[in-house]
């Protein structure tokens, strides 16, 4: 029999540790100054952030990072640390939800069944939703399309810094500037490449669940998926624009693209008229 291959998962979280992550979450938000739900409707750059100091989730990442010995380290793990971190998040949230309920004197036991069946349903429904949205499909469709461009990008974007490199030796023309002009304009849409799919199906589903169940009276979590969806989609244009002004060979590819987004951006604005006059909190 061949040897069992070793996994590279590093080892749940200990009861202690989420006991531990529960704790410090207490604390952190216990904290006055910070902007209640701030990261709800944010675009999750921590790096361009103004209002880390104000985020509890900005905190929370640091604080278990540290207790991690993670911090400082670029990146953490890829992927697999992304879905790890999404496995200790649910259980902090478990967690604090056993915790409430006691204090409450709920009995989680008895209602745990019906809560399962509920949830399935429920995420049967969402999913079909975002599934069947159009939004969806054509920010799919976006991020496709400009993800296979900038993957062609790649050679002549080091030729492009070759070239700057030697004017900047040269001392012609302004090389620094049109270096970070590019390297900005590349960050941005790359960061939001995905984003723009996941708040668009974000929107589409809470709009499902706010039909289904009426509204609660707070301001509407479709509205709010929806605004920093048109953020990201206005601050792509922008970036494509001053791409397209930078790689003159691309002009059409870019043009298209940017087609896409304003077809897109359109289309978001009709779906959810009053996304724009959202206010989400912190930033508007
Ligand atoms: S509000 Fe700012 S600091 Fe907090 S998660 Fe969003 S981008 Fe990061």
Known sequence: MPPKRKSSRPPAPSEAEIDRDADTLDHLAADPTLISGVYNYCDRWCERCALTARCLSFRMDRATARH???????????????WDDIARS???AQRLVEREARKQGIDLDSAGALIAAEREERERRLL?????SALHHAATAY?????????HLRPELSDTAAALQTQAQLGAGHPAEVAADLGD????VQWYLFFIDAKLQRAVASRVEIVRDGGDGFPSDADGSAKIALVAIDRSIGAWARLRAHL????DAILDLLVRLERLRRAVEREFPAARAFRRPGFD
Do not use: Y
Not at 73 to 82: I, M, N, R, T, W
Not at 128 to 132: K, L, T
Not at 185 to 188: A, E, K
């Open 128 to 132: 079909a939703a975002r599934q069947g």
């Open 185 to 188: 304009g590349l960050d941005v």
């Open 68 to 82: 991690r010995g993670a911090e400082g380290k670029e990146g953490g793990a890829g992927v697999q640390s992304f």
């Open 90 to 92: 649910f259980a902090l």
């Open 248 to 251: 003159p060979g691309h002009a």
């Open 143 to 151: 991020w496709k399309s400009a993800r296979t461009l900038l993957e």
